[in-house]
């Protein structure tokens, strides 16, 4: 069989910023890690990251070596150390099963998958929590292999968020709300949620300000340690956005949780505010979604979470039936 890393040609990698200047999956450079030094981890798990290429082989084999393992109290090997391999056209890809480890032990794996002989599309999804040493896929000898399908929107969507965006506690990683909607209306994104993690810092806007990205959307919410902390940087980082791309559609989200209470209400009006204030200064590209509006009142809400706080993939769904009409509305216009 015929091997293809992640550097070969016609492999492509989506979801890393700048992955053709930097050449490796880690979703941060070095440079943003000593900015802000707890992203030193998750800033190379490659979350979100895909591979994309399309063939007429049979046979694809899906090889990883992995640089660390570890154990997620939330999440079970299959979600969080295993890619996840699609066959056909984005919006109507069928799934043709994971790569996994057999144990925390072990540091590689491979899987193979069997298609017929059509050409199409391939979709890898990498694994979400570990730092990856390599990934390649393998084919038939005499099959062919050609560049991915473009999605309709190339420009991708760039998240900024918590555990929540970075797609915790979903089952399979192209569940998350953003994979879903990226499927629903072809188009590339960017996942840089880092649970517990993304607390609005300036330099990660900074970076963030580098990406030439089709829409912004954001919600670090849950990890801002209080009401007070994310008041003082939510807007902040708003403006810092806005000061480099002045009329980029902006979506502003509040937490999606199973009981709004008191806390929950009050880190609302922050992210409102916001918002609010930038529609006051004349902002026309500023959308704002409210977590609540995501399971409405209905009495099964509780049953799309895992903890109360962490949506599971009925929970994700839920939430893309809300965001990915406003993401649609946007790129549209």
Do not use: W
Request: glycine share 6%; proline share 5%.
């Amino acid at each position: 069989m015929k091997e293809y890393t992640y550097l070969d040609y016609p492999i492509k990698v989506y979801g890393i910023p700048h992955f053709d200047e930097r050449r490796c999956l880690k979703r941060l450079p070095d440079e943003v890690i000593e900015k802000v030094p707890s992203l030193e981890f998750l800033g190379r798990r490659p979350m979100g990251v895909r591979l994309g290429f399309r063939t007429n082989s049979e046979n694809i084999t899906v090889k990883i070596e992995f640089e660390t393992m570890s154990f997620d109290i939330g999440m079970s090997i299959y979600s969080c150390q295993s890619a996840f391999v699609f066959a056909g056209a984005h919006t109507s890809s069928r799934f043709l099963g994971l790569a996994a480890i057999d144990s925390y032990e072990s540091k590689a794996c491979e899987r193979a998958f069997r298609k017929s002989a059509k050409m199409e599309d391939i979709t890898v999804f990498l694994p979400r929590n570990e730092i990856l040493k390599s990934i390649s896929v393998l084919i038939d000898d005499e099959a062919e292999i050609e560049p991915p399908t473009p999605y309709k929107y190339e420009k991708p969507i760039v998240y900024y968020g918590s555990s929540i965006t970075e797609g915790g506690i979903a089952c399979n990683v192209s569940n998350g709300y953003n994979a879903i909607i990226s499927r629903h209306l072809d188009t590339d994104y960017i996942n840089l949620g880092f649970s517990g993690n993304a607390k609005g810092e300036l330099a990660m806007a900074d970076f963030i300000n580098t990406i030439d990205m089709s829409i912004f959307v954001y919600d670090y919410d849950h990890n801002a340690p209080t009401v007070e902390h994310l008041a003082s940087t939510h807007e902040l980082f708003f403006k810092r956005i806005r000061e480099k791309h002045p009329t980029l559609p902006i979506v502003m989200l509040t937490r999606p949780c199973a009981n709004y209470g008191e806390d929950e209400r009050a880190r609302r009006e922050v992210v409102r505010t916001t918002y609010e204030n930038a529609l006051s200064g004349g902002d026309k590209n500023v959308y704002f979604i409210d977590g609540e509006t995501y399971f409405k009142d209905d009495p099964d809400r509780e049953l799309c979470f895992i903890d109360t706080v962490h949506p599971n993939d009925l929970g994700f769904y839920k939430m893309a039936q809300v965001v990915e009409p406003v993401i649609k509305k946007i790129l549209e216009a």
